[in-house]
């Protein structure tokens, strides 16, 4: 990851894209070696020719999803974002990532996609607009699996600071098995805020499908709720774990606005404060955590993204040394995202519904002003990830 300020003189406000994925062609290759979920399987569909399918968990409701070119080929990324008006997109990997491997798999997979991230961002297109930067960015993969030594991981971390267009990593909520708060990851955090990357935390397992019932609803409960209650469970024992209070730097992006910490952190804050156990444990009260933390705007209304600013804004009268609420500090913590190539239109479009929402609600909210939603659609992005407009 370049240390280097790159100042991009121009009077366009940039649109960039923090949440977007990419299933690189070797990542690919090792979902169609697969038998069992995850894999990438062939069929033939409904108008009788071969179609390629994406199963990404066991039990997953149906036969999975199309899969092709939008989730590999880099002119489609690029057409994607044409269509739209993104300037710049920062592409992480997507779920489930190196789950199903064992350590040494993982390790060697993790490196490799690393390298074909980097040649994949090198090799892209300058922003049209901004003619100092490339069109992409990425996030790198750590081997976080089962059974795998820290050292591996910390390995792929240096490799990845060795990357000049790499510039965070993307983390599931397992970790190595046992979840964020686990004290495994001491040396990992650590890692991660010495060097300056951002983690971005991405849910991929849900919540216990059986309390979704039996009736048929597609995915929409497990992306709906359990993608958002898995990251809400999982920052919230991370918190609880004091690891923001270990690693006050560490830079954090939570996908999917966060999920319901924001509407649940004053209850947090109200239990703990209760509990014997955690009372004395944390050196600030829990809602100031959120202030430490950036969120995708991937939330599709605006009362919705207006209302995790306001928390973020209050997250500073929480600190235990004192502070004041500053309306204008959230939307410095919130960044635009696509989810692409997942939601796509359910008939063809030029436009993808989805990204249009979440546009539509980014300039939406009545308490920011322009350079507020500026600052949201691009701006954010590019001081977060030391790219200065």
């Known amino acids: 990851m370049s ?5 991009v003189p121009s009077a366009k406000a940039p649109i960039v894209d923090v949440h977007t994925h ?10 169609r070696a697969r038998a069992s979920a995850p894999r990438i399987y062939s069929r033939t569909g409904a108008d009788n020719k071969p179609e390629e399918r994406l199963l990404i968990l066991n039990g997953e409701p149906g036969v999975g999803r199309p899969v092709g070119p939008q989730y590999w080929d880099r002119d489609e990324k690029l ?11 920062f592409v992480s990997s997507a779920n489930p990532w190196l789950d199903f491997l064992s350590p040494e798999r993982a390790k060697v997979l993790a490196q490799d996609l690393n390298y074909d991230l980097e040649a994949y961002c090198s090799s892209s ?5 901004f003619s100092r930067l490339k069109s992409i960015y990425g996030f790198g993969l750590l081997p976080l699996v089962p059974d795998v030594s820290i050292p591996s991981i910390l390995d792929t971390i240096k490799q990845i600071t060795t990357l000049p267009h790499i510039f965070g990593v993307i983390i599931g909520t397992k970790g190595v098995e046992d979840g964020l ?8 955090w650590e890692a991660l805020q010495k060097s300056n990357l951002v983690a971005f935390i991405h849910p991929h397992y849900g919540v216990d499908s059986k309390a979704f019932g039996d009736k048929v609803n597609g995915h929409v409960l497990p992306l709906a709720l359990g993608f958002p209650f898995e990251t809400t469970i999982a920052v919230t024992r991370l918190i609880l774990a004091g690891v923001l209070d270990r690693y006050p730097d560490l830079r954090l992006l939570l996908a999917h606005s966060g999920g319901a910490l ?6 947090l804050a109200s239990c703990i404060a209760h509990d014997p156990v955690v009372a004395k444990r944390l050196k600030h009260d829990a809602r100031y955590y959120l202030g430490k933390l950036y969120f995708d705007a991937v939330a599709y209304g605006p009362e919705e993204l207006g209302f995790v600013s306001d928390v973020i804004g209050r997250a500073e009268t929480y600190n235990a040394a004192g502070g004041e ?15 692409h190539p997942f939601f796509p239109p359910l008939e063809a479009a030029q436009k993808w519904q989805s990204v249009e929402d979440n546009l539509k609600a980014i300039r939406g909210v009545r308490v920011w002003s322009d350079s507020a939603r500026a600052n949201v659609l691009g701006l954010n992005a590019l001081r977060l990830f030391n790219l200065e407009h």
Do not use: C, W
Request: hydrophobic share 40%.
């Open 262 to 267: 924001p509407q649940l952190s004053s209850r």
């Open 325 to 339: 609420y500053d309306a204008n500090v959230g939307s410095t913590r919130m960044l635009f995202g696509t989810d």
């Open 181 to 188: 708060d686990d004290e495994a990851l001491e040396p990992v």
């Open 125 to 129: 297109p300058q922003a049209e607009a």
């Open 79 to 89: 057409l994607f974002m044409k269509r739209h008006d993104i300037d710049i997109s």
């Open 3 to 7: 240390e280097l300020l790159r100042r």
């Open 22 to 31: 990419v299933y690189l062609p070797r990542y690919a290759a090792e979902l």
